[in-house]
Nanobody
Framework: VQLVESGGGLVQPGGSLRLSCAASGFTFSRYTMRWDRQVPGKQRESVATISSTGDKSNYAASVKGRFTISRDNVKNTVDLQMNSLKPEDTAVYYC???????WGQGTQVTVSS
């Protein structure tokens, strides 16, 4: 299982970023996927989850209405569109295969003026 995140960076409050995760080493279309985030010294938070077929998704209350998770089962990617970003969204964001709890290496998102 390999998960490689990209798309993080520095953005001003109110801005947008799109994270992408490229998956390989398993049959991607069979698995629910998730984006988590973690701030040093704090517990990891599940941000958004998407079903294997992409027809169902769930969001943490803190990001609902601002973030959108999507997937492409042909390209084997799962994305996280983040809008109206706030300083409290600053964290390392991880792509996760829920079954087996496999993580990528993470991508840093910093929201600051």
């Amino acid at each position: 299982v390999q998960l490689v995140e990209s798309g993080g960076g520095l953005v001003q409050p109110g801005g947008s970023l799109r994270l992408s995760c490229a998956a390989s080493g398993f049959t991607f279309s069979r698995y629910t996927m998730r984006w988590d985030r973690q701030v040093p010294g704090k517990q990891r938070e599940s941000v958004a989850t998407i079903s294997s077929t992409g027809d169902k998704s769930n969001y943490a209350a803190s990001v609902k209405g601002r973030f959108t998770i999507s997937r492409d089962n042909v390209k084997n990617t799962v994305d996280l569109q983040m809008n109206s970003l706030k300083p409290e969204d600053t964290a390392v964001y991880y792509c996760v295969r829920t079954l087996g709890n496999y993580w990528g290496q993470g991508t840093q998102v910093t929201v600051s003026s």
